[in-house]
Every structure is written in structure tokens, then in C-alpha cells.
Nanobody
Framework: EAQLVQSGGGLVQAGGSLRLSCAAS?????????ITWFRQAPGKEREGLGC????????EYRQHVRGRFTISVDTSENIGYLQMNDLKPEDTAVYYC???????????????????WGQGSRVTVSS
């Protein structure tokens, strides 16, 4: 079964860092995928954070995480990453990765329907 498997997450103090991983299982990122990271905080709607094009490595970030969060991908290992630095209590949420072949839709990272979703990683930032 093709799926995304996430790892990482946990409890960290404010100002700390965490890295989340998102591994493709049963498929590869070859042919060009959008990999996007989302999060959903308690009582809030899911929000997009940023995305990467696996073909050229181009990234796009939402303003509120730009400069603190970095998205990358290792296409040889088929793993995407979300590096989070200078974490704040308001970053506490469940984080999800999603992947979709660019050819599936003309929509951008934050508006497309994704073929694959990770299971979620809980991140808790204490003050």
C-alpha cells in the first residue's frame, strides 16, 4: 500500500528545534511531487505551512513560519523533512505531510487535493 510514514515530533521547550520526517512507502517522489506540510492546532482549522517541488527543490512558505521552518527533500531516499527552529508555544499542533504528483492538478500547494497523507506527528512546545 502506498503511503506516507511520518516520524519525529514530541515535546520541546520554547526556543528549541525539532525535525519531522515524511517517508514515501510503496511509491517514489520521481516524476515531480508537491510535498506540503500542514498543521492543526487544538480547536483550529488545518493550515498549510510550506511546500517543496521534488523536481527542482523550489520552496514556498507561509509568512508566519518563513525564516523559522525549512522544508527539504532527499529524493534518493524518498524522504521529506520539516526542520522547525525557534519553536513557540503557539506552534503546538499535530503536523501532517502530504504529497501529490504535480500532474494530478494545476492547483498550488495549499489548494490542491493530495493523493497521500502522513499519519500526523504531535508537537508540543512548552513555555
Amino acid at each position: 500500500e502506498a503511503q506516507l510514514v511520518q516520524s519525529g515530533g514530541g515535546l520541546v521547550q520554547a526556543g528549541g528545534s525539532l525535525r519531522l520526517s515524511c517517508a514515501a512507502s510503496g511509491f517514489t517522489f520521481g516524476g515531480g511531487y508537491a510535498i506540503t506540510w500542514f498543521r492543526q492546532a487544538p480547536g483550529k482549522e488545518r493550515e498549510g505551512l510550506g511546500c517543496i517541488d521534488t523536481d527542482d527543490g523550489m520552496t514556498e512558505y507561509r509568512q508566519h513560519v518563513r525564516g523559522r521552518f525549512t522544508i527539504s527533500v532527499d529524493t534518493s531516499e524518498n524522504i521529506g523533512y520539516l526542520q522547525m527552529n525557534d519553536l513557540k508555544p503557539e506552534d503546538t499542533a499535530v503536523y501532517y505531510c502530504a504529497a501529490d504528483p504535480w500532474g494530478n492538478s494545476a492547483s498550488g500547494c495549499f489548494t490542491r487535493t493530495y493523493a497521500y497523507w502522513g499519519q500526523g506527528s504531535r508537537v508540543t512546545v512548552s513555555s
